[in-house]
């Protein structure tokens, strides 16, 4: 891929494409460090741990401003000192490269 994944904008998904095969998944996972894509191949994951509410808090906060700045959003769940973060494109049953834009740039916050 010539363009890194933080360059890319997400483009809108309503349906009618294939989601990413497991392949493509697995030739896309190195560029997103830290992530994890499910069994079923249609989620990448990643727990992000932190020192405290406030920081846990202020990462959330950051992760939803690029997922609405790229209208791509994610399921999370979070605690006192850690976020797990799910990305999938429910418009197709699967992983498009929509969730791996925005899980690079979910990770750029950190500078990893």
């Known amino acids: 891929m ?3 994944l933080t360059e890319k904008k997400c483009a809108p ?3 009618g494409t294939e989601p ?3 392949d493509r998944v697995e030739e896309m996972l190195p560029q997103i460090p830290g992530w994890q894509v499910d069994d079923d191949g ?3 994951y990643r727990r992000f741990e932190f020192k405290g509410f406030y920081k846990t808090m202020a990462f959330i906060n950051a992760m939803a401003w690029i997922a609405n700045q790229e209208g791509h959003h ?3 769940e979070a605690g006192y000192n850690f976020c797990l973060i799910h990305f999938t494109t429910h418009a197709i049953d699967g992983l498009s490269e929509n969730d791996f ?3 690079a740039k979910v990770n750029a ?3 990893e």
Request: aromatic content about 4%.
């Open 74 to 76: 994610p399921d999370f």
């Open 13 to 15: 998904c309503e349906g």
């Open 20 to 22: 990413l095969d497991r």
């Open 2 to 4: 010539s363009d890194s």
């Open 101 to 103: 834009i925005c899980a």
């Open 42 to 44: 249609k989620t990448i």
């Open 109 to 111: 916050l950190l500078d």
